[in-house]
């Protein structure tokens, strides 16, 4: 993998590379780049082992294409008809798989059979997608939560993000993490619902906290990353530019979020479900290899911390 990635996640490297066995990733439709490359490298650095399901002869031409034909690997090969995500999650239901990855499926396509009731996949309150990024000239890494599966989250179910952030967080070990609600404004208003749910949740919090974190809101982004535009706007707040995670107040503005600073300010960036019974690693399929490698590495560290 990259050294810049490496430097910015060593931590969350490092644990994962002190796995005493590898995890079991089965990846949902195997037949993608990226993924296979960030899979491989992780297979060689020693705490994956790759399990490929899908069309045999998509996924074999991938592999001869990538020079990768000769790496250790299993390959479940299952004909069209037949859900490679729903596959995927009975071989891990069966103890035959430890980690899910997405591949080559659409997002819906993905996440139906995660939240299928069916499958039993629920452990916490909400299932929700965290995305983890090192903002350039950012000291910290950033979490940003929710950005694919809560399109216009209740108040309830942003108290369920902020709870799977935290979580998260702790993964990487970041013990108590200052939690932004993000919004236009910093001052409740009544015709922006998202302020008056921020104020209440913060309000929540230091009656009778739900979750370990100092949460601020509602606040905007630029008092959320720099201290400097907390001082020039008089905003009395010690976390400005010191924040571990900002809670997105939907779907929209999340995962616009994430995208411009990925592609415009050039953050390095991995996601994982949290609030799951198994370790999921979600990515697009645009990602690159260092970033399924990275969500793999926190997958890996997932394992036997799911209670966390």
């Known amino acids: 993998m990259s050294e810049t990635f490496a430097h910015d996640f060593d931590t969350i490297v490092e644990k994962a590379k002190a796995r005493q066995t590898p995890a079991r990733v089965v990846i949902a439709g195997a037949d993608v780049e990226n993924i296979l490359l960030g ?19 998509k996924i074999t031409d991938m592999l001869d294409r990538l020079g990768l034909a000769d790496r250790k690997y299993d390959l479940q090969p299952v004909s069209d008809d037949v859900n490679v995500v729903q596959y995927s999650i009975e071989m891990i239901l069966a103890g035959k798989a430890d980690v899910l990855m997405r591949g080559n499926t659409q997002t819906r396509d993905f ?41 216009e989250p209740s108040i309830e179910q942003r108290k369920e993000v902020i709870k799977n952030m935290v979580r998260a967080l702790r993964l990487i070990g970041v013990e108590n993490p ?28 230091e009656e009778e906290p739900f979750a370990p974190c100092n949460l601020v ?20 707040c010690p976390y400005c530019g010191k924040f571990d995670g900002i809670v997105a107040p939907n779907l929209l503005s999340g995962n616009l979020m994430i995208k411009i600073l990925e592609n415009n300010a050039r953050a390095n960036s991995f ?32 394992e036997n911390r799911l209670d966390v």
């Open 217 to 236: 809101g509602p606040i905007p982004y630029d008092l959320i990353i720099s201290k400097e535009a907390a001082r020039l706007k008089n905003y009395d």
């Open 271 to 302: 996601g994982i479900i949290m609030g799951a019974k198994i370790p999921i690693a979600i990515t697009s399929r645009s990602d690159s290899k260092e970033q399924a490698y990275l969500s793999l590495a926190a997958a890996a560290l997932m």
């Open 39 to 57: 899979a491989f490298d992780a297979e060689e650095d020693g705490f994956v082992t790759p399990i490929l399901v899908g069309n045999r002869k």
């Open 111 to 151: 996440l139906m059979p995660v939240l299928n009731k069916g499958n039993h996949l629920l452990s916490h309150g909400l299932m929700t997608h965290v995305v983890m990024l090192k903002i350039p000239d950012c000291e910290k890494i950033t979490a940003i939560s929710d950005v694919t599966i809560l399109v």
């Open 178 to 205: 200052n939690i932004a609600l993000l919004s236009l404004v910093e001052k409740p208003s009544f015709h922006m619902r998202d302020t008056v749910e921020a104020q209440t949740l913060v309000m929540q919090q």
